[in-house]
């Protein structure tokens, strides 16, 4: 379906960005969306964007909890997304750490700072780099966004307001997702 040309997509961060960070999530109980953010992803979808989630989850490394349990936990949040005509068209996590456990102690190309993920999703979905944003509460988001070619947008929900100071007073910043998208994504897009 998207593979006949090049689409502009939004990615976005998880943890701190769509939900509220509480440390290690991966049951549905455990997971509490950021205010508006479900409205903000329902008015990327609107506008034509891909939305894609691309997420480090050292958890897995550290043997907190299993793949499944992530893929599951996506699948749930694809369903509370449904309910309310939103949608997040993939998902993309880092299990690795370079302190991790067994096969997932490996430094990879796909751990955010690195831009593996978002390579790896405009390579699946047909993505113009220079055409697409990314939104998230690190400091490794925005670098991996300028990294990958596309926008960064800062937010200070989650980890935001104690990463401020290291980042770049140039880049864009917004107090939540909804107001990236509605301050930032759509009037500059």
């Not at 290690?24 to 939305?51: C, D, T, W």
């Not at 750490?97 to 751990?111: A, E, I, M, V």
């Amino acid at each position: 379906m998207w593979r006949n040309m090049m689409n502009r997509a939004i990615f976005l961060d998880r943890d701190g960005t769509i939900n509220q960070d509480r440390g290690y999530i991966h049951k549905p109980s455990e997971f509490i969306f950021e205010y508006r953010a479900i409205e903000a992803i329902s008015l990327l979808n609107q506008a034509g964007f891909i939305v894609i989630v691309v997420s480090n989850q050292a958890g897995i490394a550290h043997g907190h909890f299993s793949e499944q349990a992530v893929d599951c936990l996506h699948q749930w949040v694809s369903g509370q997304l449904a309910l309310h005509g939103a949608r997040i068209d993939a998902f993309y996590y880092c299990p690795h750490h370079p302190n991790g456990q067994s096969r997932y102690r490996t430094k990879c190309d796909c751990r955010k700072p690195a831009p593996g993920m978002l390579l790896r999703a405009a390579a699946d979905f047909s993505i113009d780099l220079a055409a697409s944003w990314m939104v998230g509460d690190h400091r490794s988001d925005m670098e991996a966004g300028t990294a990958a070619g596309v926008t960064p947008v800062f937010v200070l929900t989650g980890h935001g307001k104690q990463e401020l100071p290291h980042i770049a007073t140039s880049t864009r910043q917004a107090e939540n997702l909804y107001e990236a998208v509605t301050k930032h994504i759509l009037v500059l897009a």
